[in-house]
């Protein structure tokens, strides 16, 4: 590779880098920030839309043991079944495999341990985390906020 076309393709990248995460990204489910705060409402809001967190151990979900689906609260896509669900004791509601086609991931440098997001694939919500620690049969921990989340109890 030429050094120029190397020094050209290195500052594509970082310009790319430097695109804010989900600006390029289309969701069928879109709307204004002001539609969102008044839809969410500024705890959901907090967490869907800018990528914040609940405390640990502060979610109703945690403790659900009935058999159901785990919808999105930004659009009501149904992302998780309890069958799926499992108490990893880290304080969110965990699962170790999301249905089929329901998320996006991208990668998360906000703390210095590089970490993997969860978005909705309809509305782009941060959903939370994955991380490689979970168990089998995925061995995946999705690590999910539970205000993220809007649980329909019924057939998984």
């Known amino acids: 590779m030429k050094r120029a076309h190397f020094f050209t393709s290195l500052a594509a990248v970082a310009a790319a880098a430097a695109v804010p995460a989900g600006a390029?990204?289309?969701?069928?489910?879109?709307?204004?920030?002001?539609?969102?705060?008044a839809l969410l409402g500024s705890?959901?809001?907090?967490?869907?839309?800018?990528?914040?967190?609940?405390?640990?151990?502060?979610?109703?979900?945690?403790?659900?043991?009935?058999?159901?689906l785990y919808h999105c609260a930004g659009c009501k896509l149904?992302?998780?079944?309890?069958?799926?669900?499992?108490?990893?004791g880290d304080g969110w509601p965990s699962f170790w495999d999301v249905l089929p086609g329901t998320t996006r991931t991208r990668a998360?440098?906000?703390?210095?341990?590089?970490?993997?997001e969860v978005h909705?694939?309809?509305?782009?919500?941060?959903?939370?985390?994955i991380f490689d620690d979970g168990p089998a049969p995925t061995h995946?921990?999705?690590?999910?906020?539970?205000?993220?989340?809007?649980?329909?109890?019924g057939a998984a």
């Open 24 to 37: 390029s990204e289309h969701y069928a489910v879109t709307h204004t920030d002001a539609q969102w705060k």
């Open 43 to 68: 705890d959901r809001y907090y967490i869907l839309r800018q990528n914040g967190t609940e405390p640990a151990f502060s979610s109703p979900l945690i403790g659900e043991k009935r058999p159901g």
């Open 120 to 129: 909705c694939r309809r509305c782009g919500s941060h959903l939370g985390h």
């Open 78 to 88: 149904a992302v998780f079944t309890s069958k799926t669900k499992y108490d990893s």
């Open 108 to 116: 998360d440098h906000e703390l210095v341990e590089e970490r993997t």
């Open 140 to 153: 995946l921990r999705y690590c999910i906020d539970g205000l993220a989340l809007i649980f329909v109890p």
